[in-house]
């Protein structure tokens, strides 16, 4: 198979690891985009080997089957963008956060990938192409890239992001933090995107995001393109989480399910914890998982914007004041200021649905 794409490139690289370099004609087969993704992981940047802890689905109904229930019934949660945001179109994005009373009237959208134009797609794949392109501002140790500076970023702070409820709250500004960078430096003025995984579950590559001209074939080997993990990706699955009525029980549900089976189905550079944003894939994910705390907001928000529990990786309880840190990249905030995507505090979007 051809060195295609930037996923499939990324999704391998693991798989080289070891063996002899490619060939010559392999190599000539990598241009443009291709061979930017294949030199997007610094040798200086170490993958590091550790999967995610993941629960399939029905040990998870199991494991939740006694923690408090919603009243409401997930299959119905929704974002609710007005047919007003949804007809903005292109260039029509702001680029920095306002104040709560213009965001609410005029919240940035991000789009499910097949409801994105082909233009906001390729402008979005040269926006990537360009952070890839783009040299690493010396902060973080070992980035080649402004694109690896976010991956390095992320490995720093895994540990204490991940396996404790943070996880939520430091992943919804990591995106947001990657967005501003794509708009600020490499002039990306579209909306911003998300990825359905639940329309895709065991089968991803049938999504044309796979495809040539976006992020390229998908493997199917069983490091790269796993349909078993895929189809953990579910609605069941996801609307089994939402059911918790406790955000402790939501993020531990979310996190170690559908989140982890999303890493691994893909495979690669993403099923290494520590490094997955390095693979372009990540952020069609992570807006997946960030949108999936939205709507689990959305059905109780009085109380779901009001509080938060669970802990921190120290054990300490998180409260609306738990500051969560970005590297620099960003201001540091609270989990007051990104509680609510449309606060117009820190952040102003919703999705499309
Ligand atoms: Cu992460």
Redesign the pocket.
Known sequence: MRLSSLSWAFCCATLVVGLPSLSKGAKNALVGLEMTAREALAPLLPISGMGHNLVPFQKAVQEFADAPKADSDPATYNDTASPEELAKTNGAFRTQSTAADSCSSNPNIRFEWDDYSTSDRQALMGAFKCLMNKPPSGAFTASKSRWEDFARL?QMY?PN??QNQK?LPW?RYFVWTFEQVLRSECGFDRAFFWFDETKHAGAFSASDLFSSPYLGTLGTTSHCGNTADQAQCSTSYLNSCLANSRYQDFEKCFEYGPHGYGHNGVGGVMAD?YA?PAEPFFWFHHTFVDRAWRIWELADPNNRYGSIDGTDINGNPLTLDTVVYMGGIRPDVTIRQIINTLSGDALCYRYNY
């Open positions: 992320h895994t992001v991940h996880f992943h914890v997955s």
